[in-house]
């Protein structure tokens, strides 16, 4: 493990003596200073470089610490990725660790004493993230820092956009509520995946053509780059595929089927057919649920087994259970949905979900 510190003058003391604190347990360290406390500098500066450097990958954790801590828990904070607690007690930092998987220690060189904060620096470092419910809580802080990049360009991979669009959200309530039929439970997935596709698309890169109108020459954009494969997973899939063809017509269906074995209770293939150019396409795999997440790992799986390079996963609402073992399988991947919900029952459903989706959209119950 590899931790960057920094203080500003009045962290100075405890930032040093947690330095000597991970040397002595063989944890590697960065130190961006200050290096003593006659040295007043701006915590925003160290604070801001010290997350940034936790942010990307650079360190594992970081541990800052100011006069009371709380300029460099908002200054870390504002770098997206950073998670930074201000601790003053062992509780706290433990807290920190269990159930907010804080990538940041901040410590108060005014508050606590040097004692005390090395018995949290333990403590915290020592502690692993509980995940489950709290896993769906960050997530959601998560997908909240990456709604901004949606739509500027930005290809950061491996993104959870929960798209909360009036639409999408007033018609996914609709499909949730019990007595809507399976017709209209079928017309709304279908806009819903088209509503879906519509936000997803809209990085999508165009280039300058030149067209006639009736009356004048003039310029427009098309749609350049790679071309697009839907590929659902069956059945319940199958519900979004339209929906998602009314706006790009061109785009090539694959299907995926998996089923689930019930004594081992894991997916598996049984039919797969995509497109012959699979490697060259932006693939979105469309299954409106994701329960366990058994059969989205596998179907990502078979689509990159057979060259797919740059895969979506498209749902109407997600569990955290399966969020988590996507994001672990395939980290690469983008994962859109509508509603991320509270959990799953015993029987694998989404709580409060919206059912079994292939019997609502078919009407087979
Ligand atoms: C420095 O004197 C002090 O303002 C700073 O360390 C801190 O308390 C900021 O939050």
Request: proline share 4%.
């Amino acid at each position: 493990m590899k931790i960057v510190l920094g203080a500003d003058h009045a962290g100075c003391a405890l930032k040093n003596a947690a330095k000597e604190y991970l040397l002595k347990r063989d944890i590697d360290v960065i130190d961006l200073g200050v290096g003593s406390d006659d040295e007043p500098v701006d915590y925003s500066d160290i604070g801001i470089k010290a997350a940034e450097m936790v942010a990307a990958g650079e360190s594992d954790r970081g541990i800052l610490s100011c006069g009371t801590g709380i300029g460099m828990s908002i200054a870390a904070n504002k770098v997206r990725g950073a998670y930074a607690a201000l601790c003053t007690d062992s509780f706290m930092a433990k807290m920190s660790r269990l159930h907010n998987n804080a990538n940041i220690l901040v410590l108060g060189g005014r508050v606590v004493s040097v004692e005390r904060a090395l018995e949290m620096v333990g403590v915290w470092l020592d502690t692993p993230f509980e995940g489950g419910r709290h896993f769906r809580r960050i997530e959601k802080i998560r997908a909240y820092e990456n709604k901004d990049i949606e739509g500027n360009g930005s290809h950061s991979k491996g993104r959870l956009v929960i798209m909360d669009h009036p639409l999408i959200q007033h018609k996914l309530g609709i499909i949730r509520n019990t007595s809507t039929s399976v017709k209209e439970f079928r017309e709304l997935v279908e806009e819903i995946a088209g509503l879906m596709v519509y936000e997803i698309t809209r990085d999508l890169p165009v280039e300058e053509i030149e067209v006639e109108t009736p009356l004048a020459k003039t310029r427009a954009k098309t749609i350049s780059g790679k071309k697009m494969a839907v590929v659902p997973v069956l059945r319940a899939g199958l519900g979004m595929v339209q929906g998602i063809l009314k706006l790009i017509p061109n785009a090539k269906v694959g299907h995926i089927g998996v089923y689930r074995d019930p004594t081992t209770l894991q997916p598996v293939e049984y039919y797969c057919k995509l497109p012959g150019d699979i490697e060259e396409r932006d693939i979105l795999i469309v299954d409106p649920m994701l329960a366990t997440g058994g059969s989205s790992v596998l179907a990502i799986d078979l689509v990159k087994r057979r060259g797919g390079k740059k895969v979506s996963l498209v749902c109407l609402i997600g569990a955290p259970e399966g969020l988590q073992k996507v994001k672990e399988a395939h980290p690469d991947v983008d994962i859109y949905m509508a509603a991320l919900d509270d959990h799953l029952d015993e029987h694998g459903y989404i709580v409060p979900g919206l059912g079994d989706a292939g019997d609502r959209l078919f009407g087979t119950k």
